[in-house]
């Protein structure tokens, strides 16, 4: 969940905000009715209700929905405006739009449930000749020469043994683990490649896969991969996040390799590049093969990265996801099985918390311990 700083932060934005202006004007009609999923802290509806639409429905799962509703009231649009708490893949709505606004990217647009959350939205909320902003997303890649800026984040304090001490073993963590970075056109070593085109209208899987290969025409020191979007809000209304473009709140995606490595004009470099959704989050494979331009049947590098060997998994949890492991209730889920339970019997809340201080006393010693865990559960699970 964004913090409102951050909200701030995208509004102050002006290419993108001005895009999405753009954008709007040429979609919204004075009958219009839009849908703005995500809506933070209500910017987008507001500028729909400036342009004139007859509705709104702004559909916001945390709580700074309340800001947005505060701000509709100050802007004279609190009539037009239908806020409703929840994902979108869990709202109905009354009547279709003729228009549904989002930027649920991250630094890229394969982030999290953004492609789901359109698939869903486009099937069951647009009209058919409904407008989507955004159109579509390209996503773009090359190779990156290493910096002392870029080395910084993998490198210190993992490869300098500070106060005496080896800490090698964390290297192959940090190696498999991408960031933002903000890169300049100098840093790029080959002519960038457009890798997926991300069609809204038409989209309907979040994966994605393609081989990527350069052939280098300049020496230098590569140390991995910069992706970027390049985006189509509407005809002719586009923003590029790449690298020497203006700045944009995104920032580029920067993908390591395990170790920067001396290219000469000639060698050859093949990059398999993987998204896979795996719940609600995306794991990333990149596989990095360099060739010397003289000899193209040994690779001279063979890299296997992965967000998945990021993070440390323990045997103990390993073996729980197992197959044939055969899973017990700790105190932790003995607790939430009877909440859950109370709940389905149409308790209130101050019931299942007066139920955990009987039931679970050492857990929850007082009544406002007990009221704050079912309330948390409340507002988790219940409509």
Excluded at 155 to 179: D, H, K, V, Y
Excluded at 267 to 282: C, F, T
Excluded at 296 to 308: G, I
Aim: with cysteine; aromatic share 10%; charged share 20%.
């Amino acid at each position: 969940m964004y913090s409102l700083s951050g909200y701030g932060k995208m509004i102050a934005d002006s290419r993108r905000m001005d895009a999405y202006v753009g954008a709007l004007q040429q979609a919204i009609k004075p009958d219009s009715v839009v849908v703005d999923i995500g809506t933070g802290t209500g910017i987008f509806a507001l500028l729909a209700c400036q342009l004139g639409v007859r509705k709104v429905y702004a559909i916001e799962p945390s709580n700074w929905v309340e800001v947005a509703r505060e701000l509709a009231k100050e802007n004279g649009y609190s009539d037009r405006i239908e806020f409703i708490q929840t994902l979108s893949t869990g709202a109905t709505l009354a009547e279709r739009a003729d228009v549904i606004i989002s930027d649920l990217r991250g630094i890229l647009p394969l982030f999290g449930q953004h492609i789901p959350a359109i698939i869903d939205a486009r099937s069951r909320f647009l009209k058919p000749d409904g407008v989507l902003i955004p159109l579509r997303d390209r996503l773009f890649a090359t190779l990156v020469e290493q910096t002392p800026e870029l080395d910084k984040f993998y490198t210190s304090p993992w490869e300098e043994q500070p106060m005496g001490c080896n800490l090698q073993s964390a290297r192959r963590f940090i190696r498999n683990t991408w960031q933002k970075a903000n890169l300049s056109a100098s840093q790029c070593l080959v002519q960038p490649i457009c890798c997926l085109t991300l069609d809204y209208a038409t989209i309907e899987r979040p994966n994605f896969s393609a081989e990527l290969n350069w052939t280098l025409q300049q020496s230098g020191v590569a140390c991995g991969l910069a992706l970027w979007f390049d985006a189509t809000l509407a005809e002719n209304v586009e923003f590029s996040n790449a690298p020497g473009q203006p700045e944009l709140i995104y920032g580029q995606a920067f993908v390591p390799w395990l170790t920067p490595l001396p290219l000469k004009c000639g060698d050859r470099v093949s990059v398999k590049l993987q998204a896979n959704l795996v719940g609600r989050e995306y794991v990333w494979r990149w596989h990095s093969r360099v060739f010397d331009g003289e000899n193209l049947t040994q690779p001279k590098a063979n890299f296997e990265q992965s967000t998945f060997a990021s993070q440390p998994l323990s045997l103990a949890s390993l073996r729980k996801r197992a197959n044939d492991f055969i899973p017990k209730l700790n105190s932790d889920g003995e607790i939430a099985q009877f909440i859950l339970k109370l709940m389905g019997e149409g308790r209130s809340v101050g019931e299942i918390a007066r139920a955990l201080t009987h039931e679970y006393s050492s857990a929850f010693p007082n009544l406002s311990s007990a009221l704050r865990h079912a309330g948390e559960f409340s507002q988790k699970y219940s409509l």
